[in-house]
Each structure stands twice: as structure tokens, then as C-alpha cells.
């Protein structure tokens, strides 16, 4: 092969209690890129489509993390990056994280895969850290590993992969108004109370389990933040509304998704994740603020390959 088209998902990070840690993946929402081999050498980005990127390739996510994993390699040829965005930057639904992941995954596809996903992952910080201004991986490893997925530690890289219950869906509603991840980082405290902390490991701890022993009701218990929430929701308009209306309409949880705007909620079944679409929806038609709804299953396969 000498090009690739893919599918490049976003994903939800922090999902309540798990700020840095922990993501999932969506099915019904991602970016298109196509990557090809060239003969110049170097990384190339030909085509950019949906939202205004820059072209230059050290100051585009997909091509610095391209850049991190072509600089290991000896190869006489270069690649050539066509990104058709679909994922609105600072939607907070993992627009950088797509980018950054789609062009090492089409790369190492066209190679013969010699990286495995945890090697990808590496690559994808750095272009990841071109937006945030940090490295982390919640949004990159589960664009890469599919699912629920949880980093164990940066330095050295180990990301764990979480089994995915069946019958689990995702409501997003995404206002349309733009919070950086770098400032959003900015709001937050340095320091913590010792009571708020362990309330809130023992919430990430029992959301794992509950993943693994199908625990739905669980799962909503667990989907509580009492660290990042009460920052980062002052951002978000009618968050606590929204909250509300979703959890009345029989969500099992709802949180920001990554450093927001976007509110996911978390559902056992489509019918459930539509009711709450419906009650979600109405609480922004009272407001002057534009917004978009996705309903996602939870997308186990992650970035993939289009036919």
C-alpha cells in the first residue's frame, strides 16, 4: 500500500473521576485523513479541510506527532497528510488527539505496522502536547486501543486496557463555544483536600470495577468528579441544568468531557441515551447558544481503516 484513508474517532477523557487517566472512545464521531507514501522525503500536510489548521508541519498536531515517529526511522521517502476535520477544535471531544493519532496509525499501517499501540501513543504526545501544553494520554490511547482505557503512567509509558460493557452509550452535547485545554488547565488548584482526594480514587477505583463486572448502577455512582467538576463546570453555560435534565431522563452519570465544553452522559441502552438527547436538547433550545448532539455506542475498535 501506498496510501491510506482512515477514521480517526473522538473520545471522551477524564470521564468524571479519572482527570489524566482516563477516556473512552465514540463511534459516531471522528475525523477523516488520508496518508500517503512520497518520494520527498520529510512530513508533508497537502490538504486540510473543515477548520483552518496550520499547513507548516511543526505547528500542526497530526504532523509533530508524525514527525516524533518518522525522526526514529531511516527511510528514503516521506508521507503526505490529507485532514478532513469533523472534530471541532476545543469542542473538548478529543479534536487534537484524533489528529495527533490518525497520522502515526496511517503511517504505521503503510509500514507494515513495526509500532504497537502503546509505541503510537508515545508518538501521539507530542503532537498532543503541541496543543495542551502537556503531555497526556486520555484522549490518545483510547483513539488508539478502542474502548475504556486508563493510563497507568506517562514515564514509562503503560496504558491499561478496560473491558467495555455491553449495552453502554454516550450522549454528547457540544455547545458551540470554544474552551481551550491549555486555560481550562490554568483554572485548576495545585493542591487538593486529603477528604476530596481519596473520595475521588475511590470513585475511579469503583468505576473500573464496575467496568469489569458490568455493574451499571455502580457505574453511575462512580461517575462523580468532586475535584475538576466544581472548576471547569463555571465555563460550561447551563452545565448544572444540563446535569439535571440528563440524569432525570435516566442517565446513569454525567461529567465534562475532557476540559469541556462538551457534557457527556453515560446510558444503559439506545433508548435511554436518546431520552436523554431529548432532555439535554431542551435545555439549550431556552438559550441562544448553538450546540450539537451525538449518540455513540462505545466504540471498542478505535482508529481504524476506510475502505
Sequence with gaps: MNEIKIFSPATVAN????????????????????????????????????????????????????????NTLDLDFGFEIEIYKKIKPGSGIGSSAASAVGSVFGMNELLGRPFNKTQLTAFAIQGEALASKCEHADNLAPALFGGFTLVKSISPLKIL?????DGLYATIIHPQIEIKTSESRAILPTEVPLNKAIEQWANLGSLVHALHTNDFELIGDALNDVIIEPYRSQLIPEFKLVKEAALQAGALGVGISGSGPSIFSLSQGLDTANTVKEAIASVYKNTEIVFEIHVSKINTQGVKILK
Design 15 to 70: 470521564v468524571a473521576c479519572g482527570f489524566d487517566v482516563l477516556g473512552f472512545c465514540l463511534d459516531s464521531v471522528g475525523d477523516h485523513m488520508v496518508i500517503r507514501k512520497v518520494e520527498k522525503k520529510g512530513i508533508h500536510i497537502s490538504h486540510i479541510e473543515g477548520f483552518d489548521l496550520p499547513y507548516e508541519t511543526e505547528l500542526n498536531v497530526a504532523g509533530v506527532s508524525a514527525l516524533a515517529m518518522y
Design 161 to 165: 486496557d478496560l473491558p467495555s460493557p
